[in-house]
């Protein structure tokens, strides 16, 4: 069973304000990512981390940013949020850095909403 | 690069009738190929994956898939469909070429189970 965290569930912001998504994981994993999703569009990455200290831009340009100081932890940061970043935000992650067939443990994501 | 296309953002069927997801992959190398599911208001979970073993993998719930290189295809299969499997189901291949085990995701197939 994944042990795998977001908060919050559900964001609904204003334009302009800074926000940070929290992602955790309790398996010790050492790689962790951050998708996101649109309605009847692929899952993008976005971000991605192979351990502490490590942080890597995905395929899909992001004006996010992250931060990974401990393994467990994965947050994701908008500065100044605008209505083009709403979308669901899903964070993984996996135990096998580099592994092209290891198992990626998602969580429940996080709807950001901005007005 | 690699890439996914699944075919049919929304595929409807009876409550005991075939299931048939489809999926095309393109790669310039061997491909890992994965399916996962969605259900409403959780996080994606691992079907099944094929990593060159077995051409005919199963999974969890029933499903199964067929690793078809002259096709191209990696289609999700169950013979009887439950009404708990209404769900997004999502075929991904993985960046090998970029050694990272990041995943390329398709657009998604919602699936819906009438009674």
């Known amino acids: 069973e994944a042990d795998i965290y977001q908060t919050p569930r559900y964001l609904v912001i204003g334009t302009g304000k800074k926000i940070t998504l929290e992602c955790s994981q309790t398996?010790?994993?050492?790689?962790m990512y951050w998708y996101q999703q649109d309605p009847g569009m692929e899952l993008h990455l976005i971000h991605y981390s192979y351990g502490v200290n490590s942080t890597e831009k995905g395929d899909l340009s992001s004006e996010s940013t992250v931060s990974r100081i401990r393994t467990e932890h994965f947050p994701l940061t908008l500065e100044s949020a605008r209505p083009s970043h709403t979308s669901q935000y899903l964070c993984?992650?996996?135990?096998?850095?580099?592994?092209?067939?290891?198992?990626?443990?998602f969580g429940s994501g996080t709807q950001l909403s901005v007005l | 690069a690699q890439s996914v296309t699944q075919l049919g953002s929304h595929v409807s069927v009876s409550e005991g009738a075939l299931v048939l997801l489809r999926c095309n992959y393109s790669s310039s190398v061997p491909p890992y190929l994965f399916w996962y599911v969605q259900y409403p208001n959780q996080g994606l979970q691992l079907l099944l994956k094929y990593t060159s073993a077995a051409t005919l993998v199963k999974g969890i719930n029933g499903f199964e898939a067929e690793f078809k290189k002259s096709e191209t295809s990696f289609h999700l299969t169950k013979p009887s469909a439950h009404m708990s499997d209404a769900a997004e189901y999502f075929c991904?291949?993985?960046?090998?070429?970029?050694?990272?085990?990041?995943?390329?995701f398709g657009k998604g197939t919602k699936l819906s189970v009438k009674p």
């Open positions: 991904a291949v993985s960046d090998y070429g970029g050694s990272q085990g990041n995943l390329i």
């Open positions: 398996m010790g994993h050492d790689k």
């Open positions: 993984a992650s996996s135990g096998s850095p580099g592994r092209a067939n290891e198992k990626l443990f």
